[in-house]
């Protein structure tokens, strides 16, 4: 694919962007298969997969289009654009960090298990976009006590659903990023 020099500075920035893609794409015939589902798997599941080819992407096509001063500009493109949720990133980013450097957190006591929250979770959200990705699980604690919060993550799209512990009740579902 070649690049004229004579395009718009956008349709330049949009043909870097795509060329990012295709070249992250599986292209040697070993294991392709395998290697175009499981990346085409990580793109769907992983808000961080997601949020890192997308920024990656967008900053290759700025810088390469406008200049070293566009960095951010591809950096930010995910959130900006509703790839992603900030806060999905952000909490994962936190806990990567947290396992890599030994600073995890202590769990609080609880009465309700992980299962427990995702299938009360799953049932409060039946019919709502995602409810079967409902899956990350966090326990925090706050003034009026244990809360579990239940998320999933899609492409531009979340949802979270917090549970009271001690009750089971669930408090609130809440939808994040584009619909």
């Known amino acids: 694919m070649t690049i004229s020099s004579a395009g718009t500075a956008t349709y330049r920035a949009v043909v870097l962007h795509e060329k ?55 950096i930010k493109f995910p959130v900006d654009k509703g790839y992603v949720c900030s806060r999905s990133v952000t909490t994962m980013l936190f806990d990567l960090f947290r396992r890599w450097f030994g600073c995890a957190q202590r769990k609080p006591p609880t009465r309700l298990s992980a299962d427990d929250a995702v299938a009360i979770a799953r049932t409060a959200a039946a019919g709502e976009p995602l409810c079967d990705q409902l899956a990350m699980t966090l326990v925090q604690e706050r003034p009026g006590g244990t809360v579990w919060i239940v998320g999933s993550a899609g492409v531009g799209y979340s949802l979270e659903v917090t549970i009271d512990d001690a009750s089971g009740r669930v408090l609130e579902i809440k939808h994040g990023g584009l619909r």
């Open 20 to 74: 990012v893609h295709q070249f992250l794409a599986p292209k040697l015939y070993l294991l392709r298969e395998f290697r175009v589902q499981n990346r085409v798997s990580s793109y769907a599941h992983s808000s961080l997969w997601r949020a890192i080819e997308e920024a990656l992407a967008e900053t290759v096509a700025q810088v390469g289009v406008k200049g070293f001063n566009q960095l951010l500009v591809g």
